[in-house]
C-alpha cells in the first residue's frame, strides 16, 4: 500500500502544474473505472487510484485546452456510450437468444 | 421498474468534488483562465469516465435481473430514454468549454462552468445522488 511518502515523493517528481483537482478528477476516474465503491476497497484502493493519477500526470498530460483535444474528449464519450450498449445488446442477447428468422 | 447500482452516491459525490472543485475557479484573472479551462477538461473527462463505466455496468444490471427478452427490451429503453437528457448535458459542456477555449472573454467561461453545473444537476437526476 502507498504511504503518504510515497505521494509526496510522486508529487515532487511531477513537479508542474499538477493541482489538487487535477489529481481527485483522475483518482475518480481510475476508482470508479476499477468498478470500486465506498464500501469495498476504502482508503487503500483509493491511495492506489490516487497514485495512478499521479502517475499518469507524470507520463504528461497538454496544459493547454484546444479545439481538437475537446471535440475528442467529446468523440470518445459518445463512442463509448455506443460501446456499452452494444455490450448490453450482445448481454441480452447471450441470455435471451432469438430464434431462427421464419422465411 | 427503477433498477438502482451500488454506484450512485459515490459516483455523484465524486462528480460533483470534480466539478464543483472547477466551479469554485470561476473568478478567474487571465492567466487563471487558462488554467480553469484545463481543470474543467479534466474534470469533465473523468466525470465521462465515471458515467460511462456506471452506465456500462447498469445497462449490465439491467439486463441481468430481466426475467425475459421483451422485459429486458422495455427496461434498456426506458433507461435510454433517462440517460439522453445526461448525454446531451455531457455535449453542450464540451461544446462550452471548446467555445470557451477559443475565446478571451467572461461570458464564454461562465457559460462553461455553468454548463457544467447543469451537467452535474444532470447526472444526479439519473443516477439519484445527493
Redesign the interface.
Known sequence: MPTTSDIKRYLAAAGH?L????V???A??A???A?N???VGGAETLLHAVLAAIKSVQAG?D?????E???Q??A???G??LG??A??QS??DA??P?GPIPT | MRHRSPLPSVFATLVCVALMGCLLQSACTKSQRVDTLHASLVSLNAARDGFTSWDREHQQQIVDQATNRDDAVKALESYRDRRKPVAESFEVAYRALALAATQTDDPSLNAALASSRDLVDAVKALIGGK
Request: proline share 0%; net charge negative.
Open positions: 502544474g493541482s489538487t483537482l487535477d481527485i478528477a483522475q475518480a476516474t476508482f470508479l473505472g468498478g465503491d465506498k464500501t498530460i496544459g493547454t485546452v484546444s479545439l483535444t475537446v471535440e474528449s467529446l470518445e464519450f459518445k463509448t456510450l456499452n450498449d455490450s448490453a448481454a441480452l441470455k435471451f432469438t
